[in-house]
């Protein structure tokens, strides 16, 4: 798995698109958060808090992280190369985790320069100590959960299809579907809306972002996590016999 790791960073880090993804990411929050007028807007707020930038996150993330995975399995298939990774002395589960820890890695090195946002947003706080880092630091938590899961779900459609632009409005749909999509869902639903609701990524990272880290949010990120990477798994299975 460290070789995949190591290979997957490598080839982000060797090419522009681990510098264009980390750019293109802060430079997005950059403008939305700071410069355009709009809901997003921390300046115009009129609260010194971080919640514009984790309700942003997610948009940008929809986009970004399909992107960067699409290529993961897609590429290998496409070139030929997916039969010699086949052939290395590792199992199906290593090679996935493998790509999926190298795209997880890249989207966290475009998050840690956020930090900065914390520090300049506390500054402006009018009452010492008014800042809510504990709202804060529990949707930084969801961000790695809500990452984790996209990340996911890019890893697995990139097995879909050796087109990178079909894995990636596969990836899109996906991300948008469990995120936005269940919640939109839930209001056609009257007696149900409640527990459709709780299916959805939107509800689980809003909760998250309260401050509290409840287990039921945890476990429901790990699970779709580790579903989609089965799909992978199940996926490559079928290419190799």
């Known amino acids: 798995m460290k070789a995949v790791l190591l ?3 490598k080839s982000f ?3 522009p698109i681990g510098y264009l993804v980390i750019a293109i990411f802060l430079l997005l929050n950059g ?3 700071w410069v355009f007028d709009g809901d997003f807007n921390i300046l115009n707020s009129g609260y ?3 919640s514009p930038f984790f309700k942003l996150a997610p948009w940008i993330l929809i986009f970004l992280i399909p992107a960067v995975t699409m290529k993961s399995f ?3 298939k496409k070139q030929g190369t997916l039969e010699i990774l086949f052939t290395k002395p590792l199992s199906l589960w290593e090679i996935v985790n493998g790509k999926f820890l190298g795209a997880f890695i890249l989207i966290i090195i475009a998050i840690v320069p956020t930090l900065f946002y914390v520090f300049i947003v506390s500054s402006y706080t009018a009452a010492q ?3 809510d880092y504990g709202s804060t630091i529990g949707s930084y938590f969801g961000l790695l959960f809500l990452i984790g899961a996209y990340t996911s779900i890019g890893i697995f459609t990139s097995t879909l299809s050796d087109n990178q632009i079909v894995a990636f409005i596969i990836a899109v749909f996906l991300c948008f579907f469990f995120y936005f999509g269940l919640d939109g869902l839930a209001n056609l639903f009257g007696n149900f809306s409640g527990i459709i609701k709780t299916l959805g990524m939107d509800f689980h990272f809003k909760s998250m972002s309260r401050g509290v880290l409840d287990t039921r949010d945890i476990i429901y990120f790990i699970s779709i996590t580790i579903l989609f990477l089965a799909g992978t ?3 490559l ?3 190799k016999w």
Do not use: H, W
Request: charged residues 25%; negative net charge; hydrophobic residues 40%.
């Open 31 to 33: 403008l939305f958060l």
């Open 13 to 15: 880090f060797g090419s």
């Open 237 to 239: 299975k079928s290419l």
């Open 7 to 9: 290979r997957e960073i």
């Open 129 to 131: 100590n008014s800042f």
């Open 74 to 76: 897609s590429d290998e």
């Open 48 to 50: 010194a808090d971080m």
């Open 233 to 235: 798994v199940y996926q």
